[in-house]
């Protein structure tokens, strides 16, 4: 069940989209986020999820972009149903439902085809203070590493007679504490290894941090900014003035 | 039993096979030991054997059971896994509560569950920790931990992954000792290590595992003698073999432990006098 999460995980790649300036990547990602927000119709979703799963093939992640989804399906599922108990109408269940789906898969554009040194790179060129740019680069960077934990973890307890799917809902909840605890337990023991990793090697010595990599825009940046930017206009008008 | 059958196995996202044309037949009471450089698939090949991961293409067996047929409980009640990382399965309140998680798992009854965590706390020298939290055992004492938790349900195959890592040699001559006992009672122990000197020590039939094929499955000291396969696989050779190498064609044979070099040594220079 945790390999789904796999989708949400940076692999690296070769694509268009993925030798993008990281700017460039969140742009697109960030516009199509704004978009599924604000967008009410299911036309309107159907237009912007399109674009997205366009962008999904173009960057070669379409298939775990997929999986990304699939494993919220359980939310997806459960915002749908809630809505229509709490009453409102098909329609608006539907495109809230949507919506959801929108966001997910808008903002996983960024995250499937970024580095964590890109975030880095790019949440620098915010000038963001270092300290939370680095406490969200790592969190970033862990999230295979625990994916993996958690594989082994199961597998243990899995080989214990631990049978997660057993029983009613209670006692299918309780069945998450073994793998829970040795879970958060594991994440505790490594973030103290890292801070004390990292502070055997002077991190935060020096004030003034600089980069190996710097980022620079180039012809082909240029050029499918200005062909997004355009597209989104085209959208924004069409759609929201002119009622499409 | 254990009968693998052409097992090929590839991880659901991934695009090459891990494992390739597996073939194998482990029995009752032997002594199995599996060597192979890090990445060659061993884990990978004993997470078959209670069915946790699922051919690819081909079979496993077990007791005559093919793995996709039944749940991975089913089978872990006959064939335990020792995983590499305590971290990975310590998770309860109390040394006891550890050892008796799985056997509520596999539905015990209170009196017998009650017998075997005693059993299995006295064996392995941990009476004193029962209700102490197990996360405040040392590495070495939670390593013992977790082979106990598993003894504890008396299977018939045990398979222990890397089971001398972070252990000190008081503990790795007491863990040969367990082999040899449970190999007594008709058990069977198959041991996956990169640790040579402690694997001559068991003198197991030997499986070498290297890019996820078999390349070598027999005698530890037949393999341990044949140079360009130790090469191939990134295997060096026990001392007792390195000494039998210098005093070979003396003596015919290298000697399993240190008593045995000792007394042949000892032939040697009475012949020569
Ligand atoms: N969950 C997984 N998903 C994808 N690939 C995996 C997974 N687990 C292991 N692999 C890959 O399968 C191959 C074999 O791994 P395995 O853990 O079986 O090796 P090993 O022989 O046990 O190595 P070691 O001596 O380091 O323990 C490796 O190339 C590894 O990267
Ligand atoms: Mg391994």
């Known amino acids: 069940m945790f390999w789904l999460a796999e989708g949400l995980v940076y692999r690296r790649q070769e694509s268009i989209i993925h030798s993008l300036d990281p700017r460039v990547k969140l742009i697109i990602s960030f516009s199509l986020f704004i978009l599924s927000l604000f967008s009410s119709t299911i036309f309107e979703f159907i237009i912007l999820l399109s674009a997205i799963f366009l962008l999904g093939v173009l960057s070669k992640v379409l298939r775990r972009m997929i999986k990304t989804i699939t494993f919220s399906l359980t939310f997806v599922i459960m915002i749908f149903v809630i809505n229509l108990l709490v009453g409102y109408d098909l329609i608006f269940s539907i495109v809230i439902s949507l919506r959801f789906i929108a966001i997910i898969s808008s903002s996983s554009i960024f995250f499937l085809t970024s580095s964590p040194d890109e975030l880095d790179l790019v949440m620098r060129s915010l000038h963001l203070p270092y300290d939370l740019i680095f406490a969200f680069v790592t969190a970033v960077r862990f999230v295979p590493v625990i994916l993996l934990d958690a594989i082994q973890i199961i597998d243990s307890q899995r080989s214990r007679g631990l049978e997660i799917e057993k029983g009613n809902i209670f006692k299918r909840i309780r069945n998450y504490i073994p793998i829970l605890i040795p879970l958060i337990v594991q994440s505790i023991i490594r973030s103290e290894e890292l801070a004390e990793a990292m502070e055997s090697r002077a991190y935060g010595f020096s004030k003034k941090r600089t980069s190996y990599y710097t980022l620079h825009f180039k012809m082909k940046d240029y050029l499918i900014l200005c062909l997004h930017l355009m597209l989104v206009v085209l959208f924004i008008l069409l759609v929201y003035f002119l009622h499409l | ?273």
């Not at chain 2, 793995?67 to 335990?80: L, N």
């Not at chain 2, 996956?192 to 000197?197: A, I, K, M, R």
């Not at chain 2, 037949?222 to 050779?237: A, H, R, V, Y």
């Not at chain 2, 190498?245 to 220079?269: T, W």
């Open chain 2, 1 to 273: 039993m254990i009968e693998v059958e052409s097992l090929y196995f590839k991880y659901p996202l991934a695009n090459d096979y891990v494992l390739k044309d597996i073939n194998l037949k482990i029995g009752l009471g032997e002594v199995v030991g599996i060597m192979g450089g890090n990445g060659s698939g061993k884990t990978t090949l004993i997470k078959h054997f209670n069915g946790l991961l699922k051919p690819t293409k081909g079979f496993v067996r077990i007791f005559g059971k093919d793995t996709r047929e039944e749940s991975v409980a089913y089978f872990s009640k006959k064939v335990g896994l020792v995983f590499q990382n305590p971290g990975h399965q310590i998770f309860s309140d109390t040394v006891w509560n550890e050892i008796a998680f799985a056997l509520k798992n596999f539905g015990f009854e209170e009196e017998i569950i009650n017998k075997r965590v005693k059993w299995a706390l006295e064996f392995f020298n941990l009476t004193q920790y029962k209700d102490m939290s197990p996360l405040l055992l040392s590495g070495g004492e939670k390593k013992r931990l977790c082979l106990a938790s598993v003894l504890a349900w008396n299977p018939d195959f045990i398979i222990l992954d890397e089971p001398t890592v972070g252990q000190d040699f008081l503990q790795k001559e007491k863990l040969i000792e367990i082999i040899k006992m449970l190999i007594t009672q008709n058990k069977t122990v198959i041991v996956v290590s990169h640790d040579v000197e402690f694997i001559w020590l068991l003198q197991p039939r030997l499986i070498l595992i290297s890019n996820g094929t078999i390349v070598k499955d027999g005698d530890c000291k037949s393999i341990f003698k044949d140079n360009s396969i130790l090469e191939k696989c990134g295997i060096t050779k026990p001392q007792l073999v390195e000494l039998y190498d210098e005093l070979y064609p003396l003596i015919e044979q290298p000697p399993v432990d240190v008593i045995e070099a000792y007394s042949m040594i000892l032939k040697l220079l009475r012949g020569l006098k």
